[in-house]
Antibody
Framework: EVQLLQSGGGLIQPGGSLRLSCAAS????????MSWVRQAPGKGLEWVSG????????YYADSVKGRFTISRDNSMKILYLQMHGLTAEDTALYYC??????????????WGQGTLVTVSS | DIVMTQSPDSLPVSLGERATINCKSS????????????LAWYQQKPGQPPKLLIY???TRESGVPDRFSGSGSGTDFTLTISSLQAEDVAVYYC?????????FGQGTKLEIK
């Protein structure tokens, strides 16, 4: 069974840093691009960042560029999102999602269960 | 970035009736090289992650009931539920994957009238 198990969320003060993890199982991890998508409380979906299957290509939404870094460990089958300079606007439920393809330009399926990041003093 | 705009924001529909959700992209998501539309639809129920319904604008994901269908091309797309069931109450999102800077519509909340 294809599964994405997320961890690493929590309460963090403004300006702080946090790393999210997404452990994959049940599929060939390196054959799929992966993304992070977030959802602020009561709001819609916002794509945050994506990384190719090899890890050689990465993309970021303007709202997080320069503050967030996406990476992956294909040997451990884990996706990461390192977040710095967090603000209240980053408060959201963060989902990892598997891209159907190896090099982007495909739909997301499946999605992780989500991990909540709350930025507050 | 490609902006995705859905309409309406909220849609009350009676059980057994047809529900139609629209999605418009700020530029075409039709790839001329393969004549395929790079658009997906997702369903999100409260407390759950989104679930894939439709990809390539009109291809139903395995296991999705055939009352769900997608149509459209270029910049204008539609998700149709032919006969609304109680379990279809959810928020629906369209998403373009024409560029790796993916974008979603703002969502349409489907409810029972």
């Amino acid at each position: 069974e294809v599964q994405l198990l997320q961890s690493g969320g929590g309460l963090i003060q403004p300006g702080g840093s946090l790393r999210l993890s997404c452990a994959a199982s049940g599929f060939s991890f390196s054959n799929h691009a992966m993304s992070w998508v977030r959802q602020a409380p009561g709001k819609g979906l916002e794509w945050v960042s994506g990384i190719s299957g090899s890890g050689g290509s990465t993309y970021y939404a303007d709202s997080v560029k320069g503050r967030f870094t996406i990476s992956r460990d294909n040997s451990m089958k884990i996706l990461y999102l390192q977040m710095h300079g967090l603000t209240a606007e980053d408060t959201a439920l963060y989902y990892c999602a598997r891209d159907h393809g190896r090099q982007f330009l495909r739909w997301f399926d499946p999605w992780g269960q989500g991990t909540l990041v709350t930025v507050s003093s | 970035d490609i902006v995705m705009t859905q309409s309406p924001d909220s849609l009350p529909v009676s059980l057994g009736e047809r529900a139609t959700i629209n999605c418009k992209s700020s530029q075409s998501v039709l790839y001329s090289s393969n004549n395929v539309n790079y658009l997906a639809w997702y369903q999100q129920k409260p407390g759950q992650p989104p679930k894939l319904l439709i990809y390539w604008a009109s291809t139903r994901e395995s296991g999705v009931p055939d009352r769900f269908s997608g149509s459209g091309s270029g910049t204008d797309f539609t998700l149709t539920i032919s006969s609304l069931q109680a379990e279809d109450v959810a928020v629906y999102y369209c998403q373009q994957y024409y560029t790796p800077l993916y974008t979603f519509g703002q969502g349409t909340k489907l409810e029972i009238k």
